[in-house]
């Protein structure tokens, strides 16, 4: 089983290389290695590639700068993801992208479904919406939905808060926006464990299509962090609660985006774990 795979360095793209398994290679491209504002260059890799699947890991995931650079953001989050998807339809090759709850305003009362309409209130919102369109529009193609992802690799929410825990006496955390985190180390597992049926299915199989992927459970992003700092015997800083206006951010966030999971449970019988065992856990390896 081969994969090749765009996004060499991100949380999700070394998380899937250390979930590689025996009789798994996984072939990662960097940036450098293939330009994701050149669409003919991504073409010509998926089709020069020995792989079984592609799979997206890359992305423009910078939201504030995503504002001020909105053909950057599109670029890589809309057109490359399209480009890839449809260097696979050539190839009948199945193809794995990452999107995110940034698709929705987050103006709800209830767990997003993947049927819920999106309405996405920033130009990274915009232009992953956009990706998951052009991804979509093509035979053998897998969306994912994530949010809030974390892990022990890489800056995620997880070792940026246990960090400025250790550096600050007061720190204060958004607690009025609300979410589902992901644990990007169970997600990589379940990628490289669920690439042989991708790779495998025909086009009408229903493992093919949009889902979302997270940990059980709703958070605040102050309860969330406090899950980690609390396993820090180190931490000397006290935790303040916030509100999201107060940081004057130049992209607007949504206010609450939850990820229902049970398609996804119903077709591939993946039973996430509740959010809030992911983050100790990874808490506790970066302690």
């Known amino acids: 089983m081969k994969i090749l795979q765009f996004g060499k360095t991100g949380q999700v793209a070394t998380a899937v290389q250390a979930a590689a398994r025996e009789g798994v290679e996984v072939i990662a491209l960097s940036r450098a290695d293939c330009d994701l504002e050149n669409p003919e260059g991504i073409r010509a890799a998926i089709l020069a590639a020995d792989c079984d699947l592609v799979l997206n890991t890359a992305a423009f995931t910078h939201v504030d700068p995503a504002e001020a650079r909105p053909d950057e953001a599109f670029a890589v989050n809309a057109t490359a993801p399209g480009a890839m998807a449809k260097a696979c339809a050539e190839r009948g090759l199945p193809f794995v992208h990452l999107s995110t709850d ?35 529009a093509h035979p053998k193609a897998v969306v994912l939905r994530i949010s809030w992802v ?95 206006a107060a940081f004057a951010e130049p992209a607007p966030r949504p206010p609450r985006t939850p990820l229902d999971t049970s398609k996804l449970q119903a077709v591939f019988g993946f039973t996430p774990e509740p959010w809030r065992v992911a983050v100790e856990r990874t808490a506790d390896r970066l302690v």
């Open 150 to 244: 974390f892990s022990r690799y890489g800056r995620s929410y997880v070792s940026f808060m246990l960090k400025l825990a250790r550096e600050r006496e007061v720190l204060k955390v958004v607690a009025d926006q609300f979410g589902t985190p992901t644990d990007g180390e169970a997600l990589a597992d379940f990628l490289v464990s669920t690439a042989p049926r991708w790779a495998a299915a025909s086009a009408d199989d229903p493992v093919f299509g949009l889902f979302h992927f997270a940990n059980a459970g709703e958070t605040s992003r102050f309860a969330f962090a406090k899950a980690a700092i609390d396993r820090d015997p180190q931490t000397k800083a006290r935790l303040e609660p916030t509100t999201q």
């Open 102 to 136: 940034a698709v929705f305003d987050g103006l709800t009362d209830h767990a997003y479904v993947e049927t819920d309409e999106a309405k996405p209130i920033n130009v990274y919102g915009r232009s992953k919406r956009a990706g998951e369109q052009a991804v979509l």
